[in-house]
């Protein structure tokens, strides 16, 4: 089922590179009704094995990435369509596609055990995936900061310049999604903690559970994620740390996070293999 969103996003990749290059209106349009399309499709999906399992299905690490990639698009499209701005599409739907490549061709649907019953574990889970999100857009923003930056350095206003937000702009907007993710990242570490503390009362036989502590990567990389984006609020409100350093320091926040969700989730974590 998983295979409609994942086609549907590379063809809305495909139309926003078109219009990113072009600036054509009708193909930025058309691009947009394909994101929202797959989105669609994508609710679907989600909607079906949310039927057939009886929860939202966050638990698994496929799972986990579908979701977040769902998040992922719906978060974009509430930006692009309240700032009427496309620029960013040719960015995101690169990261859409490819985790999206994930579920479409690794297609399981995880029972439920025991241990994640309950409401705390779903509060976890949903945070934290709706933070990544945040810091995913926070990385992309970042990344067309840098782009702009360099060309208006180099004197040399052109394919950027006219087709980007101003500076001001992307850093406000770069900003606000850190703050967002780092309010989400936070509570999805509290409540974790509070659910792992609960967990080891009635499940303290299973090894999973034993294993929740700073010494499993998940949770320790977790913890770095928190640090780093604690750090770039606090230079960026402290310090002046603002423009170029704190896009540098989003795109460094995501790959941290990216390298939490999917190689440590997959290869490493001994907690978090549900």
Request: aromatic fraction near 14%.
């Amino acid at each position: 089922m998983n295979i409609l969103p994942l086609v549907l996003y590379a063809a809305a990749f495909v139309a926003y590179a078109w219009h990113f290059a072009q600036r054509n209106p009708v193909v930025g349009r058309s691009a947009t009704t394909l994101l929202v399309a797959a989105a669609l499709s994508h609710t679907f999906v989600i909607g079906m094995q949310t039927m057939e399992v009886g929860h939202v299905p966050v638990q698994g690490k496929t799972s986990a990435i579908s979701t977040f990639v769902w998040l992922l698009a719906l978060s974009y499209l509430y930006i692009e369509m309240t700032t009427e701005e496309r620029a960013m599409g040719v960015f995101i739907q690169p990261l859409l596609v490819a985790l999206q490549a994930i579920p479409a061709f690794r297609t399981s649907i995880e029972d439920r055990a025991a241990v994640l019953q309950g409401p705390l574990f779903g509060v976890h889970v949903s945070s934290l995936l709706f933070a990544y999100a945040s810091f995913a857009l926070a990385c992309v923003i970042g990344i067309t900061y840098v782009l702009l930056f360099k060309e208006i350095k180099a004197k040399h206003l052109g394919f950027f310049y006219a087709r980007l937000p101003s500076l001001q702009m992307l850093d406000r907007m770069n900003q606000r999604a850190i703050v967002i993710g780092w309010i989400f990242l936070t509570i999805g570490m509290i409540v974790g903690a509070i659910w792992a503390a609960q967990a080891r009362g009635y499940a303290a036989g299973d090894p999973r559970v034993q294993a929740m502590s700073l010494q499993d990567p998940k949770i320790f990389v977790a913890l770095l994620c928190w640090i780093v984006y604690s750090f770039e609020l606090f230079a960026a409100r402290r310090i002046g740390w603002g423009g170029r350093r704190a896009a540098y320091l989003s795109a460094i926040g995501f790959v941290i996070v990216l390298f939490n969700f999917v190689p440590i989730s997959y290869f490493f974590s001994k907690s978090h293999n549900f």
